[in-house]
């Protein structure tokens, strides 16, 4: 269980609770955490997807990435962004940058840009305010499973999350919000 740390009252990545390959509940549990130890700045959270519709999501230093700049294409990826004046924070479970690692080096170095990128791999971005991911995110995780019912990766220990039910990540291919909210 993540227990809140004396840096910024944010935990590290060690004493959270974290499962490869199962990044929207990682950062629905850190957001739990925020909203237990220090509920007036979960306003200042915003939960970011990122995808697209062709679910080959380019994205570097990555820890299950390859290559010198660790690089993974995933289906798509979800990573909490903080801002607490004068800093902007990324915390991702998956990146070899740091947790957290400020948001102008998340940007450069593991999305990077897209001037010279396929079509087909561009990136949408879905933010949304962390208060309002911790209430509404629910996941039955039936996208981690393989047709004959085996899982693709081991789930977390807990019970799936059940919050109101939205699944926000079944309907992101649908979404083209980006994030301009910390540019």
């Not at 950062?27 to 995808?51: A, M, N, T």
């Not at 629910?138 to 807990?158: E, F, V």
Request: glycine content about 4%; proline content about 6%.
């Amino acid at each position: 269980m993540c227990t809140m740390g004396s840096e910024d009252d944010f935990p590290s990545a060690a004493d959270c609770f974290y499962t490869s390959h199962y990044c929207e509940e990682n950062v629905w549990k850190l957001c739990e955490l925020i909203s237990q130890k220090k509920s007036d700045f979960l306003d200042h959270c915003h939960c970011v997807f990122v995808s697209n519709d062709s679910k080959v999501t380019p994205l570097w230093h990555q820890k299950v990435g390859s290559g010198d700049d660790f690089f993974v294409a995933w289906d798509y990826h979800v990573f909490l962004v903080c801002k607490s004046a004068p800093f902007i924070k990324v915390y991702d479970f998956d990146t070899t940058l740091g947790f957290p690692v400020s948001f102008s080096d998340y940007m450069e170095k593991a999305i990077g840009l897209e001037t010279n990128m396929v079509p087909k791999y561009r990136r949408f971005f879905r933010v949304i305010p962390a208060s309002e991911y911790l209430k509404y995110f629910s996941s039955d995780r039936r996208h981690m499973k393989k047709a004959n019912g085996d899982w693709l990766k081991p789930p977390p220990p807990y019970d799936p999350i059940q919050s109101n039910g939205i699944l926000y990540h079944h309907s992101l291919n649908q979404s083209t919000i980006l994030m301009s909210l910390y540019l």
